[in-house]
């Protein structure tokens, strides 16, 4: 465990400090075995943008590129082999964590142009169980309208779920639902509750872009800049609070059943006016799970103002935010279906390019 105060005072706040990246070199270097040691880091997420920077890097890739392209295997095959390689392999990594508590979980997502499609998300979903075949990995899939039954089904399987892309506390209600039910079934189907883990990843910096950039322009819409997404995730940690404090879950933590853990993505910040770690020590509060980019980590070791819970008791200041916004002019219900739709977008298009450059990687190794 790491000796700096800052990571220190998170973890002991309740706070699980989840790394937002992975690429092979991080693996072989020994960086991940590094930040586990040093810097608190219990967990890993990538996504598409993630694996599309890494597998940029052909050099980390060339040999087992090379030997996909000698068997034929086609661009999809290849993608799959190479991120579920680094998935199982950054799994291994972090087995230790794992077996000594909820953490150690590695999270690997589902083709993102199967975000409206449901059948065919609960399908990859289960591959993905299957070829990781890691006991700590974490399948993700968004919190799409499409994917809320999806979600339902594979945790049903037994199958760990980090659910992503979700902006609103609405939707965010209807994950934790989906969960529930998940659960229900996981348990009338068999399985053992407490072996199924499941975090919710509500995206916060991505709030305040789209909404400080609607203030402009309105009278006194200053003054409302940088509130948004602070608000809107404590609003979100009061809607898990009351969920699962409820009969219904308890019902299901009785059969060994854990609560899912809020997780704060997108932490980086993405205005340079802010300070760099906001997203950090104002989201401070027990059993939830910061994931954050190596620069965002970094900074938070350095310089964070870790001062305790800074969520409990804060619903109704936050909701006020929320009346100020509104009577401001900002639709809300517009920001949170435009962030989700941009959301999707923006992984369908990494995930494009990662084909392209897996693509071309084949067509050099032949």
């Known amino acids: 465990m ?7 005072a998170l973890s002991q706040a309740g706070v699980a400090i989840w790394l937002d990246d992975l690429s092979r070199q991080r693996i072989t270097s020994g960086n991940l075995t590094e930040l586990i040691n040093d810097y608190a880091v219990v967990g890993v997420t990538s ?28 661009v999809d095959d290849t993608v799959r082999e190479l991120t579920t390689k680094d998935v199982r392999d950054a799994a291994d990594v972090f087995r230790n964590v794992y077996e000594a508590g909820d953490d150690g979980r590695v999270s690997l997502e589902v083709d993102p142009r199967l975000a409206h499609d449901t059948d065919r998300t609960v399908a990859e979903a289960l591959e993905l169980w299957k070829a990781v075949d890691r006991p700590n990995l974490m399948v993700k899939i968004p919190a799409t309208v499409e994917g809320l039954p999806a979600i ?12 992503t892309l979700i902006f609103s506390v609405d939707r965010y209600r209807d994950v934790m639902d989906a969960y529930l039910a998940g659960l229900e079934q996981a348990k009338a189907n068999g399985h053992e509750l407490s072996t199924i883990a499941s975090v919710a990843s509500f995206f916060v910096s991505r709030v305040d872009s789209e909404i400080d950039k609607r203030l402009e322009g309105i009278e006194g819409g200053q003054d409302l800049q940088g509130k948004a997404a602070i608000a809107n995730a404590r609003l979100a940690y009061a809607a898990y609070e009351e969920v699962f404090s409820s009969d219904r879950f308890q019902a299901l933590a009785a059969s060994g059943a854990k609560p899912q853990r809020a997780l704060w993505a997108s932490t980086g910040v993405k205005d340079p006016s802010y300070s760099d770690t906001r997203y950090v020590d104002q989201l401070v509060a027990p059993n939830t799970v910061n994931t954050m980019p190596e620069a965002t980590l970094f900074a938070t070791a350095d310089h964070a103002q870790v001062d305790g819970d800074q969520v409990s008791g804060t619903k109704d200041a936050s909701q006020q935010v929320f009346d100020d916004l509104t009577a401001a002019g900002i639709d809300l219900d517009d920001v949170f279906a435009v962030l989700e739709r941009e959301g999707v977008e923006k992984f369908e298009k990494s995930w494009e390019e990662l084909l392209d ?8 190794a032949k």
């Open 357 to 364: 450059t897996v693509r071309e990687q084949l067509d050099q």
């Open 47 to 74: 996504n598409p943008t993630i694996f599309a920077k890494a597998l940029s890097n052909a050099a980390d890739y060339n040999d087992q590129v090379r030997e996909l392209a000698a068997r034929g295997a086609s």
């Open 2 to 8: 790491t000796n700096n105060q800052n990571l220190t």
């Open 152 to 163: 339902t089904r594979v945790l049903a399987e037994g199958v760990s779920v980090n659910v």
